[in-house]
């Protein structure tokens, strides 16, 4: 169990887009924003630098090619791609073409997803986990995945009664599609989780809230469930406990702000609700085999040399 510091630090991290802030192309103030990616200002070159979002985010890249920087992750790409970012991940762009697309993003309450109804986003796992979030595609997926944007985007700038509606539609069809695309390439069958499930549940809680809560009868008390029927539930369906994916995300934030962050690493333990610096050395150092301030000098490292 984490020992949590009772009093919050103010500190400085990385850099936060939140969904506010996005003026440009076509949006409705709290549901979504669609625009050409190709024609969106930029004027901070904030994409070439680590940043993040407190929305969804998906792009349709009909050309380019270049590099993305996700987490502590290289990915590259060329021709036609579909990029997806969930709320809170880190990335950055290197473009050697530049890309030309669209683009569009929505808060978490477009699809209603909240802990008790998971609802669509439930359903599509691919938009919560940390591998990489790109998808090539080519000949007629390609085309049929740019359809769909272009016809998002012609919605998009009609102000008609019902837009919204149709905007929901439209990004509901992309969303789904991309799903069915990244199974068709998956090796072994996943099963479709449940909407209701309680292990869906329980990571759009965890999303929520981390890091102010870290304790696993938080959760269970969020969840009204009792906690070894919470853990049970996440042995059954992921493998692994409450408490392990709790630590799992600990340990993917402190690596997040390390290596992006200009924070000490006392700062960090007290930002992740560490009672004090040393406690927070034990807890990286056990699972990464190394203390906090020699994994920062590695991967920053490694970074420059890339």
Known sequence: MVKLLKPSVPTSAVTELPFNGYRQGYHSPGAFHVFRYHESLDP????????RHDFFQILWLDEGRGTLRCDLSVHEFSGPTLAFFSPG?????????????????????????DTDTPGLIGRLPYLNE????????????????????AQLLTEAARELPGRDDIVHAYITIILCKTRQHLLTRETVARAEPSVSSLPQRFRIALDKNFPRLQKVSDYAKLLQVSRSHLNEELR???GRSASDHIHERLL??????LVYSPMTVAQIAYELQFQDPSYFGRFFRLRMNMSPGCFRAQEQARIAQA
């Open 44 to 51: 901070r070159q904030v994409r070439t630098q680590p940043h």
């Open 89 to 113: 991940r880190l990335h950055s762009w290197n473009h050697e073409i530049e890309p030309r697309g669209v683009m569009f993003g929505f808060p978490p309450s477009f699809f209603n997803t």
């Open 130 to 149: 940390n591998g990489c979030p790109l998808l090539a595609l080519a000949g007629a997926d390609a085309n049929d995945m740019a359809r769909h944007f």
């Open 236 to 238: 059954i369906h992921t």
């Open 252 to 257: 993917l934030e402190a690596r997040r702000l």
